[in-house]
């Protein structure tokens, strides 16, 4: 008898060992759904890509193949979404973080992001949704070392990455900004270069 259990252990570690761990929305037929929400914030490290396997496509601006991506979805409320793939402390262990948005499809690309550096949060922002449609979410990392857990929040407006969500300073006469409080790291191109700059815009 102990012999038979032995048998059925290694037995069913080798046909489904490979499926122990695997995210619920490893799959884009499984994908999560979120609010289109201002402000909504998932559990920290609610999800992961441990375990994860890939299907579907890579977005254009990812450096790999969809190699651990798992899926989300959500109903458009409005026109614009900046969601958040946060990590770090409390939210998450994931590293080299890919991103993209898609139509309901799965493969009309709709938006792209990846990292700058290893350990940065990536935010993937649309000005494009159709209200009432719905899109999917997917994330992936670079690497399997890179492999962890996350945090997302949503947002319904773009932020200063776009002409649209520029912020308002003053015109006031020695005003000046807290040190270092903009950055143009991750961020991308849109309208026009001006006529002295020496590029294309690349991160305005």
Known sequence: MKNLFTFLAIF???AFGS???QPLNDDIGFATVIPHTDGWTSANAAYTTIGATADMNAASCWNTSPNYNVWFRFQATGTSARITVKRGGVYGTI???NAAIWQVDGTTQVACKTY?????EVIIQS???VSGNWYYLSVDNNYSGYR???SLQMNTSVDYDYYEGAIEIPHT???T???AVYTTIGATPDKNAASCWNTSPNYN
């Not at 700058?116 to 940065?120: K, S, T």
């Open 19 to 21: 499926l122990i761990g």
């Open 148 to 150: 962890g857990t996350f």
């Open 177 to 179: 900004s807290a040190n």
């Open 127 to 129: 000005l494009n949704l």
């Open 116 to 120: 700058v550096n290893d350990y940065d």
């Open 173 to 175: 006469d020695g005003w």
């Open 95 to 97: 590293a080299r973080i």
């Open 12 to 14: 069913f570690s080798l």
